[in-house]
């Protein structure tokens, strides 16, 4: 498995069927609904975090924790290994005679050397695998998704029976229905 | 399950829907800026540019234009620094600490002040920065190679840990408050109509579309930043504080000094908070959004933590006398009741007495005396800072090193100045960026539990 999470990208796929909603509940309603009747939804856009969307729609729990800690480990060992380096081994300074092996003065530089991995660490994976960078051209389904409608996003394979999404949909709330191929959207109702 | 709260006041008034979020947020982006922007913004460039002259005389001339001397060797200048680094703690603690507490008043507030933290501690850095005297070679307080330097850094100095902690907060709160604005950028990209706008907007919203994979990603992404920010703010002014407690001077030697910095910090902080917000809500209109629910809760922690000091001033004298040290002893009498008695007392009073007053329902709940009391926790803090540096130093073991101390033109050039980074900064934010988090209120508006 790839680095950068493919479903996140619109481009090159078949034909999509677009609900939009305004309402969170009955979009959740209807991803439900959609989910129960064994449709596969590509994913659900929303101009703010609903909380379980994501469970319903099937995305797994994210490995980033597991990533920041060991960016966490990382930054702790080279930190250590740093000030050994340069404290210990290369040019010990004797200050006041106090020991300079090991001692608690250097845990604030080691905790803050692994903070800092930790953040920049899981910072950069997340954008790598949310395939976010500088300037990347946005695969928006409606203009208004980021401001106040949720979109489904079904994408047609020969098993899906498009009428029985399409009324799904309609009864579930969507303010409007689209098809979209080739990048081109058509409002079905 | 989820459900509408009956009984809980509504986090935002109005009957918002997420477009009215979108439209009342984005208008200062989306408009020309308005007539009390202008004058806010020059007036802060005016303060930008004194500190652009005492920054210059200070470099060009040498330290020397400070009034600091052998004896009071810290003044203005690290009183400033202190200060500064204290306001910017509010922003983390909002942000961090209340979400990991699941405290969802934060959602109104968390932008503007993790803006505030970010801009507070550039001011902060100035100080130490500049205060090193040949800034050019500042660069020998990084651990390089020796022959970039004298000799590799000491790690046993807590003036080091600084340097490790104020980079580490600023990068890791910047990090934080990027990753915040990312969904509102987004917004802001979809709405604006020129073509500069699209494009910077689009360069920072790297492709922001709302997906829910993202989102489930993004929150644990906060969530671990939030867990590593909490003990990273902590760390700070803790370090912060151990610039003095490692010290043998009377007056900084002692231990309580990381946890009372620490509510110092957040006490100063949220003052600051206080006074931004009751201000921007008025001029911006965003009444519904801050309400006087959050004004009374920043107005609780501000009296919580100013008790807090209050209780670690009164410790101090307690353990200076139960320690039988005589010279811990003169620093505290000296401190009360020597000639600095009026910046004693002045820091009493602010942070101790004043804040007590948030015990009435009325002070809590009144926009203009919150932010009289507000600026009442600015100046006693700055006090604060001041008294610990200041009155500790100027009579030193030998009576032939007692002297007095009072900033120069150059030092309070710089102070003042500062407000001017600290104001442009915040006037450009405001213009630019939506003060607060459209996102996160878009998922409070129904009071949901």
């Known amino acids: 498995m790839g680095l950068v999470d493919k479903n996140l990208s619109l481009r090159n796929r078949n034909k999509m069927l677009v609900g939009v909603w305004e309402d969170e509940d009955s979009l959740v309603d209807a991803t439900q609904t959609l989910v129960d009747q064994g449709i596969h939804i590509h994913d659900v856009y929303t101009p703010y975090p609903v909380h379980g969307l994501d469970r319903v729609i099937g995305v797994k729990r994210s490995r980033l924790a597991r990533v920041a800690f060991f960016c966490g480990l990382t930054g702790l060992s080279l930190m250590t290994l740093m000030i050994w380096y340069m404290y210990v081994h290369d040019w010990p300074v004797n200050v006041g005679n106090k020991p300079v092996r090991f001692t608690p003065s250097w845990i604030p530089v080691i905790f803050e050397g692994t903070v800092l991995c930790t953040a920049f660490g899981m910072g950069i994976f997340f954008f790598l695998r949310s395939r976010m960078v500088h300037g990347i051209k946005n695969d928006l389904l409606d203009v208004r998704q980021t401001d106040d409608r949720m979109i489904i996003a079904i994408e047609t394979t020969d098993g899906v029976a498009e009428a029985d999404v399409l009324k799904t949909m309609k009864d579930k709330g969507a303010v409007e229905v689209r098809e979209m191929e080739n990048g081109i959207q058509t409002v079905i109702k | ?449």
């Open chain 2, 1 to 449: 399950m989820i459900h509408d709260s009956l009984i809980r006041e509504r986090l935002v008034t109005g009957d918002k829907t997420a477009a009215d979020v979108t439209r009342d947020i984005s208008r200062p982006i989306l408009n020309q800026p308005s007539k009390a922007w202008k004058v806010g913004f020059t007036l802060s460039v005016i303060f930008l540019a004194i500190f652009g002259v005492s920054l210059f005389w200070t470099v060009w001339t040498g330290i020397g234009v400070w009034n600091i001397n052998k004896s009071v060797m810290w003044g203005w200048d690290i009183t400033n620094f202190v200060f500064w680094v204290g306001i910017g703690h509010a922003g983390t603690l909002i942000s961090a600490v209340l979400l990991l507490f699941r405290q969802k008043w934060r959602m109104s507030i968390n932008r503007s002040a993790e803006a505030m933290t970010i801009f507070a501690v550039i001011c902060a850095a100035m100080f130490p920065v500049f205060h090193m005297g040949r800034v050019w070679v500042g660069y020998w307080a990084l651990p390089l190679p020796n022959a970039f330097g004298s000799l590799w850094v000491n790690f046993n100095s807590p003036l080091l840990w600084d340097v490790f902690a104020i980079s580490t907060y600023f990068s890791v709160s910047l990090l934080f408050w990027y990753i915040g604005l990312i969904p509102d950028i987004a917004t802001i990209r979809d709405k604006v109509k020129t073509k500069t706008a699209k494009f910077w907007y689009g360069f920072f919203s790297m492709g922001w579309t709302g997906s829910t994979r993202t989102w489930a990603r993004y929150e644990l992404v906060s969530l671990i930043l939030a867990g590593l920010s909490t003990p990273l703010v902590l760390s700070v002014h803790t370090i912060v504080s151990t610039d003095f407690a490692t010290s043998v001077i009377p007056g900084w030697h002692t231990t309580i000094f990381p946890p009372y910095f620490v509510a110092g910090a957040i006490f100063s902080g949220f003052g600051m908070v206080a006074t931004l917000l009751v201000v921007a809500r008025k001029v911006m209109n965003y009444e519904n959004y801050i309400t006087i629910g959050h004004l009374e809760a920043m107005t609780k922690i501000i009296m919580v933590t100013g008790s807090l000091v209050g209780i670690a001033y009164l410790t101090e004298f307690f353990i200076a006398w139960y320690s039988g040290v005589e010279y811990e002893q003169y620093a505290f009498l000296n401190r009360a009741f020597g000639p600095y008695w009026w910046a004693y007392w002045s820091m009493m009073s602010c942070n101790l007495l004043a804040p007590q007053v948030f015990w009435f329902k009325w002070a809590r709940t009144t926009p203009w005396f919150i932010f009289t009391m507000s600026i009442v926790v600015n100046v006693g803090m700055w006090f604060e800072r001041f008294v610990i540096i200041v009155t500790s130093l100027h009579r030193d073991y030998l009576p032939s090193s007692w002297v007095m101390y009072s900033g120069s033109l150059t030092e309070v050039g710089l102070f003042l100045g500062t407000f001017g980074i600290f104001f442009t900064c915040f006037f450009l934010f405001a213009k630019y960026l939506p003060v607060i988090n459209m996102a996160e209120v878009k998922s409070i508006l129904r009071n949901r539990e």
